[in-house]
Each structure stands twice: as structure tokens, then as C-alpha cells.
């Protein structure tokens, strides 16, 4: 029994390391959210509600969705070949610039500088941290167990969103953008000192020689080489590094129909829940005269679900349930959770929708497993960019297509009676994201792989169990596959 815990210890033991200073990052974003909403309207609107602060919201979101779209591939295939810490650290450090104008003033002026220096930090945050973390994950934990170490590191984010929250209700306005910025520049100095490179030495060196071979060798096939560890060679290096490089990504997702499932759920549902955030408050202000006080409730309820279900429901899911089915019930409780708001006749029905979102969360967890499963371990980085790069587009494209329609619907001569069709419109977009999980293949539980061989990393980059090194890895990612896939995937 002890021998089973303390498997798991070594084995879950690198996302712990990494969670701590993404829980700080996400509990000083969530502390300064509910009064950004309160600042951004105070300054632009003299009334609870104007179209002015959800445009202002929607345009800056849709800018810094392109961005990320472009950026999240490359920074993703880079870190393959030159290690995740540095990446994440030079992503990290630029949530810090928007909060410096906050913490100085909340003045129009500065609520402007705010707004564009946030969307130039968003193209490096929004989906670049989030597809190195996932590959970081990947790197260090076991397939086997990667659903479950998926699941504890956002059930860890949501206890920073947690902690956020109380402090939201705690911290007056005048202080929090000043707090906020003390946590972010602490979670980089902790991720400078503590966090360890995942990607070895003699790892990096050999990708980047042989990123140095692709871009010399002739394009023979549209696939490519099948990878030096015997993975299915899912992104050929040259292909990303060509200048191309996201045409050659678009099109790579287009010919694996799997991968492109895969996408394409990834970025209804990432349109979905965008198209209720992006609108979500500025609705509950117009309509119920929700402010601060309100969204920290709201925030806290939701933070609360998410680490149950996250650090309990899910991993204990996983002992009973496949993942699909997971999948399955996680959208199912996203799509009423939005529908719910959209149709919300008073302000307690607000409450109940944030607390039904308890099971949506495991959309996120269950994606990322699947998505790191289809790759190699030297292929994570580029995997996880490409779907978090989907996901940026569709980050982009629901505040420049929701956001208007919700103003619409929030001014005073709607087209028809309906505040809340902004946000059951981008609800719907889930509804179609649940047939076609439906339509992907049960993935059964991998072989089991020696949790040292992965866990064991040393701030220096190298591993303890180096005998093994270059064997190790996920099992045959194509054997889950449908048989008539396999040869799109593998050459």
C-alpha cells in the first residue's frame, strides 16, 4: 500500500511543482477581475450598462485571438526542441505589464493603456502557457496517468481561483491591482528558482540536430519521416519551421481526420465557453445590477465546483468511467450552465447556473489526455500548440461575433425581447460540439509505463533514470485508432 502511494507521489510530484506558481497566476487575475468590470464601466459608461465597454471587451479579445492563433503553434514547436521553462517563464513575464497602469490609476486613460497592453500580453498568455503546460505535463507524468495529473493541476488552478475570489471580497478596489501585480511577478521569480526543465539535455540536443537535418532535407512525402522514437510522425519539424508554418499545421489537421475531430471540438467548445465569459457580467450588471461583490460570489461558486470536480469527481471518474464518457458529461453541464444564465428570471438563478458548471470542467482535463495521447513524447509541444492554437481562433472569433449580438440585445431597442441571446447563442455551439464527441472513438486506459522513467528531472534538465531514456514514452498512440485512420497518421 505504501509502495502505491509513494508510486503515485513520485509520480504526480512535477505537476505539484508547477502548480504552485500557476496558482498564484490564476488567483491574481481572478482577485482583479469582478473590479476590472466595475472600473472598465465606471469609466466608459455613466449608466450600469453601455455598448461601449462590451465592444471595447470584444475588439481587444478578438485581436489578441488572432495572435494567439499564430503564436501558440510556433512558441509549442519550439519548446520541443528548446525546453518548456524558458518559454513559459518569457510568456509569464508579460502578464505582468498590463497591471502596472491599474495598480498606478483607474483612470479612462489608464483603462486604455490597459486594454492594449492586455492584448498584446493575451497572445502570449492565453494560449502559449496553456499548451506548454500541457506539454510540460506530458513530458514528466506517465500516459497512463495523465488524465488524472491533468485533472489535479486545473483542480489546483481552481483553488487560486478560489483563494482570488475570497480576496476579491477582501481587498478594497484601490488595493487589488496593486496585489494582484505583487503575485504575478512572485509566481515568475518562483518559476525562475524552483521549476526544473522537463525536456533533458541530450533530448534537446538531439531534436535540435535533427530539426537542423529537416531543414536541409528535401520534402519527400506530404507526411513526412516517421520520428527517431518510433512515434507516429504526426508534424514533420521542416513543415513547422518552414515559413508556412500555420498553413502547414491547418492543413496536417485537415488530413488526419482524428486530429481534426479533435480540433474542431476543441474549438466549438473554447467558442462556447469564450461567447458566455466575454459577455457574462456586463449581462448580469444590465440586467440584475449585479457589481463586485456579486461577481466574487458568482466567481467563488464556480471555483469551488471546479475543484471538486476536478480533484475528486474526475479522478475518481476515471476508475469507472472512460474518458468519453467523461467528455460527454462535462459538455452536457457546460451547454445547461450557459442556458440556464441566458434564460436566468432572477438573480439566484445566476447562483445555480455557476453552480452546475461543477461538471463542465472536465472538458478541459479529458482534451488535453486525448490530445497528448496521439503523439510521441518529443511531439507533445507541437500537439498541444496545434489545438490550443484552434482554440485561439475560436477565442478570437466569439467575442468579434457574440459580443456584438449580446450589445444588441442589451441596448434599449433590441431586435426582440431576449438580453440573454448573446449568450445562449454561444451556448449552442456546444450542442453540436456533443455530437461530435460522440462520434470519437472510446480510448481504453495505456499500458502502464515505470512512473520514474518520467518524474525524475533535475533542475539541470536531467533525468535519473537515463538508462531509459530514449525507450520510454506512451504506448503506440495509432492503437486506439480506428483502422482506417492509421494509415493517414502513420506512413
Not at 498568455?125 to 506548454?132: E, H, W
Not at 508556412?244 to 488526419?256: D, L, T
Not at 474526475?314 to 468511467?321: C, Q
Request: glycine share 8%; hydrophobic share 45%.
Amino acid at each position: 500500500m505504501m509502495g502505491r502511494y509513494r508510486e503515485a507521489l513520485i509520480s504526480y510530484w512535477p505537476v505539484f511543482n508547477l502548480a504552485l506558481p500557476y496558482t498564484l497566476h490564476i488567483c491574481a487575475l481572478v482577485m482583479a477581475f469582478p473590479s476590472i468590470t466595475d472600473v472598465v464601466v465606471s469609466a466608459l459608461c455613466k449608466t450600469d450598462s453601455c455598448s461601449q465597454a462590451i465592444y471595447l471587451s470584444g475588439l481587444t479579445g478578438t485581436i489578441s485571438g488572432i495572435g494567439t492563433m499564430v503564436l501558440t503553434p510556433i512558441i509549442g514547436a519550439y519548446s520541443d526542441d528548446y525546453g518548456r521553462k524558458w518559454l513559459l517563464l518569457l510568456c509569464w513575464s508579460t502578464s505582468v505589464l498590463p497591471f502596472v497602469a491599474l495598480a498606478y490609476s483607474t483612470s479612462l486613460s489608464s483603462v486604455y493603456i490597459y486594454y492594449g497592453v492586455r492584448t498584446l500580453s493575451n497572445m502570449m498568455t492565453d494560449g502559449p502557457v496553456g499548451a506548454l503546460t500541457l506539454a510540460y505535463v506530458a513530458d514528466v507524468v506517465p500516459q497512463e496517468k495523465r488524465a488524472t495529473a491533468f485533472s489535479l493541476l486545473m483542480g489546483s488552478l481552481s483553488g487560486g481561483l478560489l483563494t482570488g475570489t475570497v480576496a476579491s471580497r477582501l481587498i478594497p478596489t484601490v488595493y487589488i491591482f496593486k496585489v494582484s501585480l505583487c503575485l504575478l511577478i512572485l509566481a515568475v521569480i518562483y518559476m525562475a528558482i524552483c521549476l526544473p526543465e522537463s525536456r533533458p539535455k541530450h533530448k534537446l540536443l538531439a531534436a535540435r540536430e535533427q530539426a537542423a537535418a529537416d531543414l536541409e532535407e528535401p520534402l519527400t512525402s506530404a507526411e513526412g519521416p516517421a520520428t527517431s522514437s518510433g512515434g507516429p510522425p504526426l508534424l514533420a519539424p521542416r513543415l513547422l519551421r518552414s515559413k508556412s508554418q500555420v498553413g502547414e499545421s491547418i492543413r496536417f489537421v485537415r488530413r488526419s481526420p482524428l486530429l481534426f475531430k479533435v480540433s474542431l471540438l476543441a474549438f466549438l467548445m473554447s467558442f462556447s465557453v469564450n461567447g458566455i465569459d466575454g459577455t457574462l457580467f456586463y449581462f448580469l450588471k444590465a440586467i440584475f445590477h449585479f457589481s463586485k461583490d456579486q461577481f466574487s460570489e458568482i466567481i467563488l461558486i464556480v471555483g469551488i465546483g471546479s475543484m471538486l470536480a476536478q480533484l475528486v469527481l474526475l479522478p475518481l471518474g476515471l476508475h469507472y468511467l472512460r474518458q468519453k464518457t467523461l467528455l460527454l458529461i462535462g459538455i452536457t453541464f457546460s451547454c445547461v450552465h450557459g442556458y440556464l444564465y441566458a434564460f436566468a428570471w432572477a438573480p439566484w438563478v445566476a447562483y445555480v447556473s455557476a453552480g452546475t458548471a461543477t461538471l463542465s470542467f472536465f472538458v478541459s482535463p479529458t482534451v488535453g489526455s486525448l490530445v497528448s495521447s496521439l503523439g510521441s513524447p518529443d511531439e507533445q509541444g507541437k500537439l498541444q500548440g496545434i489545438v490550443t492554437g484552434v482554440r485561439s481562433l475560436a477565442s478570437a472569433l466569439a467575442p468579434a461575433i457574440i459580443n456584438p449580438i449580446a450589445a444588441a440585445f442589451l441596448s434599449p431597442n433590441p431586435p426582440f425581447a431576449f438580453p440573454g441571446f448573446g449568450i445562449a447563442f454561444g451556448a449552442s455551439f456546444g450542442i453540436i460540439a456533443f455530437f461530435l464527441a460522440w462520434t470519437l472513438p472510446s480510448l481504453p486506459p495505456p499500458v502502464p509505463v515505470n512512473a520514474s522513467d518520467y518524474a525524475s528531472v533535475s533542475p539541470d534538465g536531467k533525468r535519473s533514470a537515463d538508462r531509459n531514456a530514449d525507450t520510454v514514452g506512451p504506448v503506440d498512440a495509432t492503437l486506439w485508432i480506428p483502422e482506417e485512420e492509421r494509415d493517414i497518421i502513420r506512413p
